[in-house]
Structures are given as C-alpha cells and as structure tokens.
C-alpha cells in the first residue's frame, strides 16, 4: 500500500480546519469577537476560558500559523484537558511545526479519548499508508465520513485508498456495511478520471451481491457508460441490478416507473419529458405490464428509450401489439442506433413468424457498441406494447 505524502495530508487537514473553524465561531457567536483581536478594547481571553482560545488557535491554523495556535491550543486544554478535538488542536499544530514525535504523542492522547476528532482520525488514517495497513486506513476513514458525509476531501481520499488492491478490499467491507456515505461513493463530487472510476468499482466486485442496491450503485455505472467503460458499467450494473436474461432488459415493463424516479441507470427504460406524451399501464395477473401509450400534438415523439451494448451483427426487435393495421404500424418507428434520433428508426412491421407482435429488423455495424433502442410514436394514434425481445439473428 502507497504511502501518503506529508502534503497531502496537509491539505486534508486544511479542509477539516476551514470547517471547524466555521462551526466553532458559528455555535459560539465569536466571529466578532475574534475578528477584532487587535482591537485593545476586545474582551480579553482568560486562562481557562477554552472556547474562545480553541476558536483562535484554530483560526490561527486556518491562517497557516501553528506556532501562533499552538499557544493558544495548549490554554484551551487547560479548561479541557479531557477533549479530543482540543488534543487534536495540539496535535495539527505540533506537525505544521514539523514536530513529529510531539504531534504523534497528542494524536495518541487524543485517540484515546473517543475518536470523535476528525484530524485525529486523518492523523491516523495518515500512519496507515506509512504502515501499509489498509485495513486501518479505511476504518479511519469510515469513522471520519460517518461524522462527516461531505467531507471536503472525500473523493481524493478515495482515490488514495483505491490506488491498491489491498485498500479496495478494506474498503469495500466498510462499503458493504451500507454507511451514511454510500451514496457519496457511488455518486463522486468530482468529475474521475477512467482509472478512478475502475478503481471504485473495483471496490464494489468486492463486495457480497447482498450488499448491493441498483438505486446506489446507478450513478456510478452511468459514470462509467459516459466514459466509454461500456464493458466494466454493463458489468457493475449486472452485479447490482439483477438483470433479466437476454438483450433487453425488462422487456415486461415490470420495473418501469412512470414518474421516472426508478428508471435508475441507461441500461433501464427511459422515458421522455415531454408533456405531449400520454403512458399508462395494463396489468396482467403474472405481473408483466402493457404499456399504452398515446402522442398529442403535431409531431411524432420519443416515447421510450434503452441503452444496449451490441457487437455487429444483423439483429431483430419484436413487441407484442395488438394494433396490426397499417395505420398504427406506420406510426411507430423504432430504431437501434448510436443515437435516439428520429433518423435512425425505420417503421414497425407485422412479424410473419409471430402473429399479434411487431418487429423492425436492421444490421449493427461497428461505428459503436452502444446502441440506444429508441420507439418513437406519432401523433394520434393509440398503441399497446409489451414483451420487448432483441435477439442476433445472422452475423
């Protein structure tokens, strides 16, 4: 496991104090009071009067001056000598200085007493990558993001623990617990390089199926769809979603949500915004779903949507449709194409091998991998669909 730089550390540390100081002058009402320190006529901080001396060493490390905190740190723990996060104060000012073994001994001071300060935990999370303890580096980590969800800097502290095998494996069985900060691990703040987003979900195939939610694990696998990881995103969505066989996914409907709120990744139905587009749903008693579907208005309209992945090949889409004539074949068109755009779909035709369903027929060429199965319907005319199926029918 890679060790950590020093100033990496820094800069972690740095975000935990811009918010401690915020929240410290926030609960105390010393944003006044500290602003006008050079004032003579500023009320004078005490011996033992321990918020305001903890809220002036930690500005004072805001301002990149530890050995100005370090006084004042050491004058709140007079008032508190049995606080973490005032050891803890002790402690980012003792490494700014360059004191190693001095900021070692009050980290271990103030981890003995509750774990509940973050620069602690960065401290220790720290000394994990020089131990090359991976296990420990993500327990620290988990401990600082249970507080702290939105930690500033979350993401490059995922990005240091996934650098290796050994900190993927720890930190997917802290993953696998299901935290607070699931959600924040499956939906990055920052825009990931290829490399990070393979590296997180590297994390997730180490964890046990049972631990995974498609809803969580979906913004991370659209991440990686829009970066081109088709194989590694369709993988990752296999392992969470729980797919049904073949090359369309739910081709019953039985997932679909009409107000849009489950339709989670690309690889599921995606319905349009558009208000012109009447969708309601027949029920059958196994639970499939007909979806019934209507256009207003005076142009033709996406009306549902799949993302696929496909090798070139000559392939055949079929529904069930129980409108046969020629008038509603001619109103759908359904494309298999590298976009949605009206362009490429082709209209419906009756399938001679099955009668009640529909089909469009079309050759896959390698210009892209991932095809968008896109149905579009024109304006006033009422169809029903159901049991979508895509199969290769020649090369």
Same mark, same amino acid.
């Given at each position: 496991m890679a060790k950590m730089s020093g100033q990496r550390w820094a800069s972690i540390c740095l975000a935990v104090l811009l918010l401690g100081y915020a929240t410290v002058a926030a609960i105390n009402g010393l944003g006044r009071w500290i602003s006008d320190e050079g004032d003579p006529h500023a009320p004078p901080v005490f011996p033992y009067d321990t918020m305001a001396a903890? !809220? @002036?060493?930690? %500005?004072?490390l805001v301002n990149n001056a530890p050995a100005q905190a370090l006084p004042f740190a050491r004058m709140a723990l007079l008032g508190d000598p049995v606080d973490a996060q005032v050891v803890g104060l002790i402690g980012r000012s003792e490494i700014l200085l360059g004191h190693g073994d001095k900021a070692d001994a009050a980290f271990r001071v103030s981890a003995g007493l509750g774990w509940r300060d973050t620069a602690t935990q960065l401290y220790w999370y720290s000394r994990a990558f020089d131990l090359g303890d991976a296990e420990m580096a993500a327990q620290r980590l988990d401990a600082v993001l249970r507080q702290d969800p939105d930690f500033l800097a979350r993401d490059s502290s995922f990005a240091d623990l996934t650098a290796s095998p050994e900190g993927r494996g720890a930190l997917a069985a802290r993953l696998a617990e299901h935290p607070a900060w699931t959600v924040k691990f499956y939906a990055p703040r920052d825009a990931l390089t290829p490399? @990070?987003?393979?590296? %997180?979900?590297?994390?997730?195939? %180490?964890?046990?199926?049972?631990?995974?939610?498609?809803?969580?694990?979906?913004?991370?696998?659209?991440?990686?769809?829009?970066?081109?990881?088709?194989?590694?995103?369709?993988?990752?969505?296999? %392992?969470?979603?729980? $797919?049904?066989?073949?090359?369309?996914?739910?081709?019953?409907?039985?997932?679909?949500d009409l107000d849009g709120k489950g339709n989670v990744t690309f690889f599921n139905w995606q319905l349009p915004a558009s208000g012109t587009v009447e969708l309601l749903f027949d029920e059958a008693a196994n639970g499939s779903r007909t979806l019934d579907m209507r256009v207003?208005?005076?142009?033709?309209?996406?009306?549902?949507?799949?993302?696929?992945?496909?090798? *070139?090949?000559?392939?055949? @889409?079929?529904? !069930?449709? *129980?409108?046969?004539? *020629?008038?509603?074949?001619?109103?759908?068109?359904?494309?298999?194409?590298?976009?949605?755009?009206?362009?490429?779909?082709v209209a419906a035709q009756?399938? $001679?091998?099955? $009668?009640?369903?529909?089909?469009?027929?079309?050759?896959?060429?390698?210009?892209?991998?991932?095809?968008?199965?896109?149905?579009?319907?024109? *304006?006033g005319t009422r169809v029903h669909i159901s049991d979508v199926r895509l199969e290769r029918v020649g090369a």
């Open positions: 903890r !809220a @002036l060493a930690t %500005r004072s490399e @990070l987003l393979t590296d %997180r979900a590297d994390v997730v195939r %180490r964890m046990p199926k049972a631990a995974l939610q498609c809803a969580d694990v979906a913004p991370l696998v659209n991440r990686m769809l829009q970066a081109n990881l088709l194989d590694e995103g369709q993988d990752l969505w296999s %392992r969470a979603c729980d $797919p049904e066989p073949g090359l369309v996914h739910d081709g019953h409907f039985r997932g679909l207003n208005g005076g142009i033709s309209r996406s009306v549902l949507r799949q993302l696929t992945i496909l090798s *070139p090949g000559r392939y055949k @889409l079929s529904w !069930a449709m *129980p409108e046969q004539g *020629p008038a509603a074949l001619a109103a759908l068109r359904v494309g298999i194409g590298c976009t949605a755009d009206r362009g490429e779909a009756a399938d $001679p091998a099955a $009668p009640g369903r529909a089909m469009i027929e079309t050759a896959i060429d390698d210009t892209c991998r991932a095809r968008l199965i896109s149905f579009w319907l024109a *304006p």
